[in-house]
T-cell receptor
Framework: KQEVTQIPAALSVPEGENLVLNCSFTDSAIYNLQWFRQDPGKGLTSLLL?????REQTSGRLNASLDKSSGRSTLYIAASQPGDSATYLC????????????FGQGTRLTINP | DAGVTQSPTHLIKTRGQHVTLRCSPI?????VSWYQQVLGQGPQFIFQ???????GRGNFPDRFSARQFPNYSSELNVNALLLGDSALYLC???????????????FGPGTRLLVL
């Protein structure tokens, strides 16, 4: 079973909608969970980092929540814009193997004008 | 401050050849990690180095090796290239003072490697 799962793999919505991206993970013994954005063929841009003791983090139109007990995190994007189109990846840093981030496969988001 | 930089941006090699990828961390960062991202997948952890010592290794064959220099830059070496090594190789840095697991990791733009 995948350690980190992101569903759906792809999502297409019209501009202006609020949307939620999902991330689930096995083993709730984590230090933190990080959300990234990746544009085609590019590196990763860090969006939000949630420590295990936190429930949510906000940056502008983005809000990330963390529920360790259920092994879930969500990334909420308000008032989506075409420039938000990208692949969004979540990654956990487990207490076991803390040297590494374990990534999901990403959700490819398309915002239609 | 400049972000994480990587060179080269693109590389084409043939099977059996050797490749060296380079990474310069954000100024003051002492930890460098390497990840491999195959098309359509999330990045997979290869190595972490902190203060020039290997602190973690992912599930990759011995053909993969790395090192970190006194200025905290790093090299990833891959020997005997296989077609399956074609991927985007990402470098990330963090940790100004200690190897803090609570810190954000900052990624570079990656090196796109194509093995023919």
């Amino acid at each position: 079973k995948q350690e980190v799962t992101q569903i759906p793999a792809a999502l297409s919505v019209p501009e202006g909608e609020n949307l939620v991206l999902n991330c689930s993970f096995t083993d709730s013994a984590i230090y933190n969970l990080q959300w990234f954005r990746q544009d085609p063929g590019k590196g990763l841009t860090s969006l939000l980092l949630i420590q295990s003791s936190q429930r949510e983090q906000t940056s502008g139109r983005l809000n990330a929540s963390l529920d360790k007990s259920s092994g879930r995190s969500t990334l909420y994007i308000a008032a989506s814009q075409p420039g938000d189109s990208a692949t969004y990846l979540c990654a956990k840093r487990g207490i076991q193997g803390a040297q590494k981030l374990v990534f999901g496969q990403g959700t490819r988001l398309t915002i239609n004008p | 401050d400049a972000g994480v930089t990587q060179s080269p941006t693109h590389l084409i090699k043939t099977r059996g050849q050797h490749v060296t990828l380079r990474c310069s961390p954000i100024s003051g960062h002492k930890s460098v990690s390497w990840y491999q991202q195959v098309l359509g997948q999330g990045p997979q952890f290869i190595f972490q180095y902190y203060e020039k010592e290997e602190r973690g290794r992912g599930n990759f064959p011995d053909r993969f090796s790395a090192r970190q220099f006194p200025n905290y830059s790093s090299e990833l070496n891959v020997n005997a290239l296989l077609l399956g090594d074609s991927a985007l190789y990402l470098c990330a840095s963090s940790s100004r003072d200690r190897m803090l697991v609570q810190e954000t990791q900052y990624f570079g733009p990656g090196t796109r490697l194509l093995v023919l």
